[in-house]
């Protein structure tokens, strides 16, 4: 595929996926979702970590609504099921870590675009948005089934229902991302972070989300059991021989990524 909403780079295992459309803060159409969707499957498939993050002011203003006879007679059902559903899947289903670099705002469904991922780091002057009761909507894009679970149902009731801003320092602290950072110190940390699982162990990090993932729908014994079966299969691996090697030896291990 040809991309046209988007940029596509991979270096030393990052697969850089940047929002390209700054004109209209990286609203997303028809043809940004189904780029996205495209992109991240072929970087689960080549890299060893995918990093989405914006141009210009914005990481996702969410749903394009420039067009005002289009979004008003919009079949929302459908939309979200043939085009958001897909993309959505790609990011929670891919097999290595991914991170949302959430460079600015991230409103409606761009706030929940980037909190389907693994790792969410945002620069201080972003903020997050569930803009939707503003224009007579729900969250979507996930935002119902992400967000009590990562602020807890009160803050995410408020943030539904309020359509607050919600700074990523406050983000931050609710614990609804992983870490909000100092614009001049952004680009460098989330490049990073992103270099340090690339050179993991790339077989354990795709249990890790397996297990984390499916906890709330287990109870103890079972994800016991779920724990088992992720850890018997990580010992077969290479990287926990070179880890277990690395360790007798006094050094840092030289993970493949297999």
Same mark, same amino acid.
């Given at each position: 595929?040809?991309?046209?909403?988007?940029?596509?780079?991979?270096?030393e295992?990052?697969?850089?996926?940047?929002?390209? $459309?700054?004109?209209?803060?990286?609203?997303?159409?028809?043809?940004?979702?189904?780029?996205?969707?495209?992109?991240?499957?072929?970087?689960?498939?080549?890299?060893?970590?995918?990093?989405?993050?914006?141009?210009? +002011?914005?990481?996702?203003?969410?749903?394009?609504?420039?067009?005002?006879?289009?979004a008003?007679?919009?079949?929302?059902?459908?939309?979200? +099921?043939?085009?958001?559903?897909?993309?959505?899947?790609?990011?929670?289903?891919?097999?290595?870590?991914?991170?949302?670099?959430?460079?600015?705002?991230?409103?409606?469904?761009?706030?929940?675009?980037?909190?389907?991922?693994?790792?969410?780091?945002?620069?201080?002057?972003?903020?997050?948005?569930?803009?939707?009761?503003?224009?007579?909507?729900i969250?979507?894009?996930?935002?119902?089934?992400?967000?009590p679970?990562?602020?807890?149902?009160?803050?995410?009731?408020?943030?539904?229902?309020?359509?607050?801003?919600?700074?990523?320092?406050?983000?931050?602290?609710?614990?609804?991302?992983?870490?909000?950072?100092?614009?001049?110190?952004?680009?460098?940390?989330?490049?990073? +972070?992103?270099?340090?699982?690339?050179?993991?162990?790339?077989?354990?990090?795709a249990?890790?989300?397996?297990?984390? $993932?499916?906890a709330?729908?287990c109870?103890?014994?079972?994800?016991?059991?779920?724990?088992? +079966?992720?850890?018997?299969?990580?010992?077969?691996?290479?990287?926990?021989?070179?880890?277990i090697?690395?360790?007798?030896?006094?050094?840092?291990?030289?993970?493949?990524?297999?």
């Amino acid at each position: 595929m040809q991309y046209e909403t988007i940029t596509y780079e991979i270096a030393e295992d990052v697969a850089v996926i940047t929002l390209s $459309r700054a004109d209209v803060m990286n609203a997303l159409n028809t043809q940004m979702r189904a780029e996205i969707t495209h992109a991240v499957q072929e970087a689960g498939r080549a890299a060893r970590v995918v990093v989405l993050t914006g141009t210009g +002011r914005a990481f996702c203003s969410g749903q394009d609504l420039g067009d005002r006879e289009t979004a008003a007679n919009m079949d929302l059902e459908r939309v979200l +099921r043939d085009e958001y559903e897909p993309m959505l899947n790609a990011i929670t289903d891919c097999p290595v870590p991914t991170i949302a670099a959430v460079n600015g705002a991230a409103a409606g469904a761009g706030a929940n675009l980037a909190l389907v991922h693994d790792v969410v780091i945002a620069t201080e002057s972003a903020f997050f948005m569930q803009a939707f009761t503003r224009i007579g909507l729900i969250p979507d894009a996930g935002g119902t089934w992400a967000l009590p679970r990562q602020m807890g149902l009160a803050k995410a009731m408020g943030a539904a229902l309020f359509a607050d801003r919600i700074s990523a320092r406050q983000a931050d602290e609710m614990g609804m991302i992983w870490e909000a950072v100092p614009d001049a110190e952004f680009e460098a940390v989330w490049q990073a +972070r992103a270099a340090y699982l690339a050179k993991g162990p790339t077989e354990a990090y795709a249990r890790i989300k397996t297990a984390l $993932r499916g906890a709330f729908e287990c109870d103890l014994a079972a994800q016991l059991r779920v724990e088992s +079966r992720l850890q018997g299969e990580c010992g077969k691996t290479r990287d926990f021989k070179e880890g277990i090697v690395a360790f007798l030896e006094k050094r840092p291990p030289h993970f493949e990524g297999r």
